[in-house]
């Protein structure tokens, strides 16, 4: 099992920074994909962007050139620096990983963190 803890969401206006943290504990395999998800009123779950073990972004369209994601692997910690925010942030953010260990994948989800973004 693994254990994910957000922290970082809140309000903030239009054009502001937020940064995101998600802390993971429990049996993280060494390949394994961290990355945040987000979910608006009435949308469905959507990937903001995630990153491999080795280091590999991958990034939605909607927040590339904005959003820059990280992690601290000695820590299991992920990291999204969101610039730039605009009304349409707003969402719940969560926080995923992907155990990996031959064919087969592993899935856990965090609590989710709110990210509220005024214009």
């Known amino acids: 099992q693994v254990q994910l803890v957000e922290s970082g969401g809140g309000l903030v206006q239009a054009g502001g920074s937020l940064r995101l943290s998600c802390a993971a504990s429990g049996s993280i395999f060494s390949l394994n994909v961290m990355g945040w998800y987000r979910q608006a009123p009435g949308k469905p779950r959507e990937l903001v962007a995630h990153i491999s073990s080795g280091g590999i972004a991958a990034y939605a369209d909607s927040v590339k050139g904005r959003f820059t994601i990280s992690r601290d692997n000695a820590k299991n910690t992920v990291f999204l620096q969101m610039n730039s925010l605009k009304p349409e942030d707003t969402a719940v953010y969560y926080c995923?990983?992907?155990?990996?260990?031959?064919?087969?994948?592993?899935?856990?989800w965090g609590q989710g963190t709110q990210v509220t973004v005024s214009s």
């Open positions: 995923h990983i992907r155990n990996v260990r031959g064919i087969n994948e592993y899935d856990y």
